[in-house]
Structure formats: structure tokens, C-alpha cells
């Protein structure tokens, strides 16, 4: 205080800053943005349900206006945003979200610790989308956490489809999740989803690890495929939402997942063909039932029982002589009774079908 006070009697063309009091700013300075950071996080973490309609579009009507006008959005502008991304209405948070695009990264910290700590889930799904929008590869490690912890099921499907925005520099940490037997079904397909969305070579990286040499990633890939095949990881964006996955996008995914598993059940493993076998299956291609049934005379005895589980999911009444066929001369007991179970449930499929008619 006494150099503070020492100055103000200086001439002003004499006046320098002490360093002493330089280095006090700065602290005061990272203290007042610390507080301010915090109060945003306790913000988040009791943010009303029913933020009210006129204070969003107050504020979409203030950025808009100093978005046209090429002025920085300040921190506590930019929080404020995050905050009304819990408006009830799809079409607000959808004017917000494609705000946060314009502003780009200086909007990522925020959105991330929204992504972390905010309870309401429509704020999580939606500054995914924020982030997808904006294309950071700062988001990557954040948005893959989400993409596996999250309790919420839009939330990660936007994890997801902002971490297919992240392009070639998301493909390895992707590729390693799917690998991981600790994570779920759910979270490799929507993370095969991701790759698969990719544009130019980075989705290849997917498909190449069917030739990984380790059997488990390639076991991995072909379990993940299959999700995207059944429907199962393909991005739930929610109504009103900002949704850029189109159906026809969707629909391109999902049959090259079915190629590449086709491609699958020539692998030189056994173990990666009841995968693809077992893929298929779930995911309803019935046209793959006779490679499926050109299983059932393997050698591996575990692909035997695969391939007799999943025609019974199929199931195609064509193959109930076949299997009764192959369970005479299975000389395996336990893949002898899957088989037996196999024909036995298709048979009453048909037991109920004749009874309707």
C-alpha cells in the first residue's frame, strides 16, 4: 500500500508500476476470475429447471447482436449461455448451440465443465452438440469419459457425434476404447459409430483394425460393427434437437458395419468368425442365414454352438431339417444340445405362426 500511496504523488509522465504491485493485479485478477468460476460451477450444479423463456431470449437477442457486430462474447456472457442451455425449449438451446459455434474455442472450458458437472442432462446433451459444433480436439479426452460414464443416453449419443467432428485425431483413442473389455457394448459402438461418421481416411482406421494382428481388437471392431449394425450406438439426438445425422448418413453406416462383417466371417480366427456370426444375428440380416448355417460343420466347437444360437434368432424354418441333420452326427454333447435347443425353438415358431391361421 505504501508504494501505491507513493506513486499517487508522482508526476504522471513519472509514474511507473512497481512490480511488487504488477504482481499484485495479477493475483487479485486470477482471484476475482477464480470466484467467478466458481460461482458458475455452483451455478451449474443448482441450475433451476424452469430457467424463464423471455431471460434466453433476452440473451440470444444480446449475443446475436454482438455476434453481427464481430465483438469478443465475455467469460460471463459465455456462461450465462451454458446456463440457458437447461431452456425447455429445443429451438432456443438449438439458437444457443449454433452461437456457441460462431464463438469457437474460447467457449470449450466452459462447456466442458458444464459436460462434467451440471446434474440436468438437457445442459450436457446440449453443450455436446456445442462442442461438435466448434470441433476442438481439447474436448477429445473430456467427450470420451462422457462416451462411456455418462448416465444419460442423448448425452453420450452427443459425446459421440461431437467426437466424429474431431476427425483423424480422435481415431487412436477411439480405437483403444474399443478394445478395452472394461467398457461397455454400448459405448465401443457408439465409439465405432464415431469413427464410421468420420470424413476421408479417418473412418478407414476402423475398418483396418478388421486386420489388426491381435485377434482380440479385431474380436472388438466386429463387436462394435455390430452395434452400429442393430441401430444400437446410431446417435438419439432428441426432439427439436440439433441433429446433423441424417437418416441417410445413418443408413450408409450401417451397411458398410454389415459388409465388414460379412468380411468378418472369412477371418483366418475362429473366434472373430462366431463375432461375426453372432453379429449378424443381432442384427437381423437374414440374408446371411446359409454362411451362418455353413458354420454348424466347423471344427471349433464354440463357432458350432454360435452359429446353431444365431439361426435360432434368425430363425428360418429351411433350417430346421439341417439342424435336426447336424445333431445326429454332433459328437460334442453340449454344442449337441444347443442344437437340439436351436430346432426345437424354431419348430415352435411355426407351432405358433399355424396356430393364427
Not at 479417418?202 to 474380436?219: C, E, G, M, T, Y
Amino acid at each position: 500500500m505504501l508504494g501505491f500511496a507513493s506513486a499517487l504523488i508522482l508526476p504522471r509522465r513519472s509514474f511507473q508500476p512497481s512490480g511488487s504491485l504488477c504482481s499484485a493485479s495479477k493475483r487479485l485478477l486470477r482471484t476475482s476470475r477464480s470466484a467467478v468460476r466458481a460461482t458458475y460451477v455452483t451455478d451449474l450444479q443448482t441450475l433451476a429447471q424452469d430457467i424463464p423463456h423471455s431471460s434466453t431470449d433476452a440473451l440470444v437477442n444480446d449475443i446475436t447482436t454482438q455476434l453481427r457486430d464481430g465483438a469478443d462474447l465475455a467469460e460471463q456472457t459465455l456462461q450465462k449461455m451454458v446456463l440457458h442451455l437447461g431452456d425447455s425449449r429445443g429451438m432456443a438451446r438449438l439458437s444457443l448451440v449454433e452461437s456457441f459455434g460462431k464463438v469457437g474455442s474460447p467457449a470449450v472450458p466452459l462447456l466442458l465443465t458444464a459436460l462434467k458437472t451440471c446434474p440436468n442432462p438437457v445442459v450436457r446433451r446440449s453443450c455436446g452438440k456445442a462442442l461438435a459444433k466448434i470441433g476442438d480436439a481439447r474436448a477429445t479426452d473430456s467427450l470420451l469419459h462422457t462416451l462411456v460414464y455418462d448416465e444419460d443416453t442423448v448425452t453420450r449419443s452427443s459425446a459421440a457425434g461431437a467426437l466424429a467432428r474431431m476427425g483423424a485425431i480422435a481415431v487412436p483413442k477411439l480405437l483403444e476404447l474399443i478394445s478395452d473389455s472394461q467398457v461397455s457394448m454400448t459405448a465401443k459402438g457408439h465409439a465405432a459409430w464415431a469413427i464410421s461418421f468420420m470424413q476421408g481416411s479417418a473412418s478407414d482406421a476402423l475398418f483396418d483394425s478388421l486386420k489388426h494382428p491381435n485377434q482380440d481388437v479385431r474380436i472388438a471392431v466386429v463387436s462394435a460393427l455390430g452395434a452400429v449394425a442393430m441401430g444400437d450406438a446410431l446417435p438419439t439426438m432428441g426432439a427439436g434437437a440439433d441433429d446433423d445425422w441424417g437418416d441417410n448418413a445413418n443408413d450408409d453406416i450401417r451397411l458398410r458395419a454389415i459388409v465388414a462383417m460379412r468380411t468378418a466371417l472369412k477371418d483366418e480366427s475362429s473366434q472373430v468368425r462366431a463375432e461375426a456370426v453372432n453379429a449378424l444375428a443381432n442384427a437381423g440380416c437374414n440374408e446371411d442365414a446359409d454362411a451362418i448355417a455353413s458354420f454348424l460343420g466347423d471344427e471349433d466347437p464354440e463357432l458350432r454352438r454360435c452359429a446353431a444360437l444365431a439361426l435360432m434368432k434368425i430363425p428360418d424354418q429351411r433350417f430346421v431339417a439341417v439342424l435336426r441333420e447336424r445333431q445326429e452326427d454332433e459328437e460334442d454333447e453340449s454344442v449337441r444340445n444347443v442344437i437340439s435347443l436351436a430346432a426345437n425353438a424354431i419348430e415352435r415358431i411355426r407351432g405358433e405362426d399355424d396356430d393364427w391361421d
